[in-house]
């Protein structure tokens, strides 16, 4: 499932980061989100603009369209 979808703070667990490029991938692995982590989606800013996500109680700003790159199943 597209986590862009899912509706904001309900927990997602992240199974699929593979259609990411590589320096992406370790951006986002340096603030610890990979595989198996448990983030949400805090708020979407208008206008196609970025997103706020939460891991492990830190939250980060990400492109809305990594966002819509990352799949997760709704927990």
């Not at 899912?6 to 603030?31: A, C, W």
């Not at 805090?42 to 799949?71: A, M, N």
């Amino acid at each position: 499932m597209n986590v862009h979808s899912i509706q904001l703070n309900h927990p997602i667990s992240i199974n699929d980061l593979s259609r990411l490029d590589v320096l992406t991938k370790r951006r986002l692995k340096e603030v610890g989100i990979c595989e198996g982590s448990v983030i949400s989606v805090k708020r979407r800013y208008p206008f196609h603009g970025p997103c706020t996500i939460e891991s492990d109680g830190q939250q980060v700003g990400i492109r809305r369209r990594t966002l819509e790159l990352l799949l997760g199943d709704e927990m």
